[in-house]
């Protein structure tokens, strides 16, 4: 594996809700669902490229993320899976799929969101990673991700092989595809199936009919507890059975299927190969509970997103959405810049006036207490997130500001997706190059800059001296 296991396609929010059902809503005869816990993870192309980096692979996510919280929670997950997010600008909300369960079953799938937004154009980062992927799986889940021309036209010409599961709302394989991995029900709504033929009969006939509209290497039609069944030129079809008959949570197991098949491609399988491993994969995931069980620990153990104080409207996720989406549908540029910003100080304020000079709003990626302490000491931080969120927001230079908790902001560009990035000189000698978001701002087309900063300012420093003398316990 020489490249990066690309994934391409449409990442949707999904919430498992659990709870308990004793009685009836007194007016309606339906049944009340009392909350225990609830589970956020990454669902659709999302929950594929989670499955791969739990494998050990160096797995980039190719997807359109939205200005709005589900968003941002998003790429606090993805992050925490260890994920490279090269994001598309999304208009329209992130879409959301709510599962309400009780007793292990699903009494009621809530979807939000709206219909499909539309994907903007991909940097020449993105493309550049196609290139070079060892394997690209494109999880299509009919939002636009697998429609944008620029997209299709980069998998047309890479050279690794390209993996394609596929959606009834989506478009067809790009011609020449490895693989192609539609379910039953996706063959059936794709190729009409011939009256009276046994269901292994329909997936042959519907499996060789697709592999060559779409002018594929293979197509395999999973089938549930059944295994799947291969078709490839010039050859009799393949059935692949299941190893165990396994009953329960199949949600994610095509996800999983594809992404075992595509690490498998990338490790230098033939496809017969690729698919049995899949199909054995698959198998043992609804077996052992599905995604409850399946996730890797950073993801179910994500924070939740840190939000503003009710009585503040600069502070947090929406107060941030709502100045870059502003800011955007005016054509305008969208910069940020991150830090602690532990005792404020004529430093923090000469890079942040500088910062504000370069475009037309400032929001500030602030790091929470718990990371501030995790890069500081114990003894730090001074003052307390909200406090530190306040004084920043009542600032004019600054137009919202936003908590994170991870050790770095890579969560929390890759849903703002500034224009310009700004540090302060701590990094001038380096240049640029030398700041750590500059790699993730190019994933966008976006640019890393450092502006002057004023010499003797140190939050460090004022510490030190202000505990010297005693005014600080």
Known sequence: MTGPVVVLGDTLLDRDVEGVVNRLCPDSPVPVLDEITHLDRP??????????A????????????????????LGVLL??????????????????????????????????????GEPGEPAAAVLRVIERASVVLVSDYGRGVARQPALRAALAATRAPVVWDP???????????????PNEAEVRHLVEAPVGATRLATAAEGAERLRQRWRSGAVAVTLGAEGALLSQADSTPLMVPAPVAAEGDTCGAGDRFAATASLALAGGAVVSEAVREAVTEASAYVADGGVATALPPPVRRAPQPVHAPAAEDRVGVAAAAAVVARVRAAGGTVVATGGCFDLLHAGHLATLQAARQLGDCLVVCLNSDASVTGLKGPQRPVIGQVDRARLLAALSCVDAVVIFEESTPAAALSWLRPDIWVKGGDYATG?????????????????????????????TGLIAATRSTGALA
């Open 54 to 73: 739990a494998q050990g692979a160096e797995v980039v996510l190719i997807t359109a993320l939205a200005e709005d919280a589900g968003a941002a929670r």
């Open 431 to 459: 240049g640029a190059e030398a700041l750590p978001e500059a790699e993730i701002l190019r994933r966008w087309g976006g640019h890393s800059v450092v502006v002057p900063y004023l010499d003797g300012r140190s939050t």
């Open 43 to 52: 669902g659709g192309a999302g929950l594929a490229a989670v499955f791969a």
């Open 167 to 181: 959606h009834p709302r989506g478009p067809a394989a790009v011609p020449g595809v490895h693989l192609a991995t």
């Open 79 to 116: 992050a925490a899976a260890g994920v490279q997010v090269y994001p598309l600008r999304l208009t329209g909300a992130t879409p959301e799929k709510i599962r309400l369960r009780a007793g292990g079953r699903v009494l009621l799938r809530h979807d939000r969101g709206g219909g499909a």
